[in-house]
Nanobody, 121 residues
Framework: QVQLVESGGGLVQAGGSLRLSCAASGTSFSVNVMGWYRQAPGKQRELVAAISSGGPTNYADSVKGRFTISRDNAKNTVYLQMNSLKPEDTAVYYC???????????????WGQGTLVTVSS
């Protein structure tokens, strides 16, 4: 019913910037909170940033002041602007969305396939 497609990952030097995009597509659904998670090798997946349809946001302490999350509700798309990147930001970044099915009226959590961000020192 719902699919998330991420883009924008790549290789960048420390101090550089990248912008990730994630678009939700499908039929018979509504999107509520959208967010970004990341997972580095040997570590657990962690929340990076999240944003509700109404605008409120929250960030992991490690990215506050450097990353900005935003969304376009009309396009069901969420963005993550990453500035002043550090080597410790290197990870696979996953898009996540909380959705409601218009068929069953139940919550459905959807994950993207992930996009790799590598920051060199």
């Amino acid at each position: 019913q719902v699919q998330l497609v991420e883009s924008g990952g790549g290789l960048v030097q420390a101090g550089g910037s990248l912008r990730l995009s994630c678009a939700a597509s499908g039929t018979s659904f509504s999107v509520n909170v959208m967010g970004w998670y990341r997972q580095a090798p040997g570590k657990q997946r962690e929340l990076v940033a999240a944003i509700s349809s109404g605008g409120p946001t929250n960030y992991a302490d490690s990215v506050k002041g450097r990353f900005t999350i935003s969304r376009d509700n009309a396009k069901n798309t969420v963005y993550l602007q990453m500035n002043s990147l550090k080597p410790e930001d290197t990870a696979v970044y996953y898009c996540h969305a909380n959705t409601i099915s218009h068929t069953t009226y139940r919550y459905l959590e959807v994950w993207g396939q992930g996009t790799l961000v590598t920051v060199s020192s």
